[in-house]
């Protein structure tokens, strides 16, 4: 997704410098997160200003890092970084995600590994870079919605035995069993979008809504939204 491209955004800035405007950090190269995605992602999620920062020490100085900050995207050439990421935003009150976004999915899968083994495989979410475009641009809602996301490949290693697989084989069978206004629901969710939003759109009350996603709950086996949601857009687990 997104390779090679040699656009002519390279030196303008998108995004606004105001402390008060949510934002998001994109750390890596261009080539890792080039200027064409900095600009759909302005588009597709309108009040939120993304940039682009080379390395973890610019982050470290920009604006953006004492602002309004949603989340820090880092690319997989600074995963060894990402210790002292989770430094900064360590504090009770910080809502900031921290989030890698890698295509080596080996490399991606040694970093939870080593954050499992600290205790931390919840400190960080996950996004893959080589995901079709509609389904990466949902898992970014998500995580801008504060939802976690770490794909499959992440714990396929990492099972807790027969209980942990039953679980995971009974919420994929669930999904099969969703009605059509279920999995309407479901999809909205997926998006990031509240009950209000959600009720508007499908002309329903926002208690319908609720009942909704509790029946969608309930025959996923989750326990929560975030992980029906992110079974829902393929590929995921909850952690």
């Known amino acids: 997704m997104f390779r090679g491209e040699n656009s002519a955004f390279a030196s303008k800035d998108y995004v606004s410098e105001e402390a008060t405007q949510p934002s998001v950090a994109f750390v890596g190269s261009s080539l890792s997160f080039s200027d064409q995605i900095i600009r759909i992602a302005n588009i597709e999620f309108e ?53 890698l976004g890698y295509r080596d999915a080996k490399l991606a899968v040694s970093v939870f590994q080593k954050l499992s083994g600290q205790g931390d495989q919840c400190e960080v979410s996950y996004l893959p870079m080589g995901l079709q475009f509609d389904i990466w641009l949902s898992v970014l809602r998500l995580l801008l919605c504060g939802g976690k996301f770490i794909p499959v490949e992440m714990v396929a290693d990492m099972s807790g035995g027969p209980e942990d697989s039953l679980r995971i084989a009974h919420a994929d069978a669930g999904l099969s069993e969703l009605t059509e206004r279920e999995r309407e629901v479901l999809a909205l969710v997926s998006e990031g979008k509240p009950n209000k939003t959600i009720a508007t759109e499908l002309d329903l009350s926002e208690h319908t809504i609720k009942l909704h996603i509790h029946h969608v709950i309930n025959k996923l086996g989750v326990r929560n939204r975030t992980e029906a949601a992110i079974l829902f857009l393929g590929g995921g687990r909850a952690a």
Not at 65 to 79: D, K, P, S
Request: hydrophobic fraction near 45%.
């Open 47 to 99: 009040g939120v200003a993304f940039k682009r920062y080379d390395t973890i020490a610019d982050f470290r100085t920009s604006k953006a890092a004492q602002g309004n900050l949603i989340a820090v995207i880092v690319e997989e050439a600074l995963a060894g970084q990402l210790g002292d990421l989770l430094e900064m935003f360590q504090e009770p009150e910080a809502t900031c995600q921290v989030v």
